[in-house]
């Protein structure tokens, strides 16, 4: 069975500070790895994912995230915040070659302030 | 290039009454996803379709709820006989052979 923990339901950074957003995974198989942004009233869009090779992965909007398998963490980073960041933010895992059924967190949202 | 679409975006139905919600995908994309969102919660999956045949239902409640993906025609999720607890976002997904999943814009359902 396959899970994923996402610590902080809301985080807030100042504009140009650092975001972090934590996401842990359970999985008992080599996983694909995922993180999806969701703005408001808007369907859920991708931001970067992880299959295979490099642990760094890059994503859309100066995102990106690095696999740890030691520590079954798939943290979410970027620089420097942007107001337009403002958003929530899903981790997600599948097994390989079964992105068929992805398993969501619960999701952050990111609160950007001025 | 369209992406998925997804309609209504909003659908108000009264308790008892019958939902209909529909989802026609990416052009060239063959599976449909089902996923359901409540408040506060992230998305769960519900259902895998392919054209004309359900490949996994396994998230699927076993009353009131069913799904079909016809030869023609967009996806359905119909949710029959609605309660309050149905009220949630729906979002369906689509891929094809080799690409990633694209999501709708989803359907907000509230039930009175």
């Known amino acids: 069975a396959q899970s994923v923990t996402q610590l902080g339901s809301h985080v807030s950074v100042s504009e140009g500070a650092l975001v972090l957003l934590r996401c842990n995974y359970s999985?008992?198989?080599?996983?694909?790895l995922f993180w999806y942004v969701q703005y408001p009233n808007q369907g859920l869009q991708l931001l970067l994912k992880?299959?295979?090779?490099?642990?760094l992965v890059k994503g859309i909007n100066g995102f990106e995230a690095e696999f740890k398998k030691s520590e079954t963490s798939f943290h979410l980073t970027k620089p420097s915040a942007h107001m337009s960041d403002a958003a929530e933010y899903f981790c997600?895992?599948?097994?390989?070659?079964?992105?068929?059924?992805?398993?969501f967190g619960k999701g952050t949202r990111l609160h950007i302030l001025p | 290039n369209a992406g998925v679409m997804q309609n209504p975006r909003h659908l108000v139905r009264r308790r008892g009454q019958e939902a209909r919600l529909r989802c026609s995908p990416m052009?060239?994309?063959?599976?449909v996803y089902w996923y359901r969102q409540l408040p506060e919660e992230g998305l769960k999956f519900m259902v895998y379709?392919?054209?004309?045949?359900?490949?996994?239902e396994s998230g699927m409640p076993k009353e009131r709820f069913s799904a079909e993906f016809p030869k023609e025609g967009p996806s359905i999720l119909r949710i029959q006989q609605v309660v309050r607890g149905d009220s949630a976002a729906y979002f369906c997904?689509?891929?094809?052979?080799?690409?990633?999943?694209?999501f709708g814009p989803g359907t907000r359902l509230l039930v009175l």
């Open positions: 052009k060239g994309h063959s599976h």
């Open positions: 999985s008992s198989v080599p996983p694909y």
């Open positions: 997600a895992v599948s097994e390989m070659d079964r992105d068929d059924k992805i398993i």
């Open positions: 992880y299959t295979t090779g490099a642990t």
């Open positions: 379709l392919q054209k004309e045949n359900i490949i996994d």
């Open positions: 997904a689509s891929s094809g052979p080799l690409a990633g999943k694209d």
